[in-house]
């Protein structure tokens, strides 16, 4: 089973780095991929996200041309998913640690 996380960023800096770290530090458990979905951003939410995740291959950054908001973020992540199942998350969330393997197992 594959978990697609969609990530809604909008000028979410101060968020960022924790809330993907949570996610990011799970992944070993884990069969997922991340979307990022940069609804373009005015402020550095994209490069901070980048800090955290680097070049690993469970996250993917994917661009709007124009701000269309949260829910065409959202769904514009639905529509790059390719996982079984799919779990929304918000820039200020921070996951509990063991948090995606409990979700997965069920």
Known sequence: MTLSIILPVYNVASFIGPCLASVFNQLA??????????????????AQATKVIGQDPHFRIVRHGQNRGLSAARNTGIASATGDYVLFIDSDDVLA??????????
């Open 29 to 46: 458990d884990v069969n997922a991929e991340v979307i990022l979905v940069d609804d373009c951003c005015t402020d550095d939410s994209i």
């Open 97 to 106: 640690d063991g948090c995606l393997a409990t979700l997965v197992s069920l």
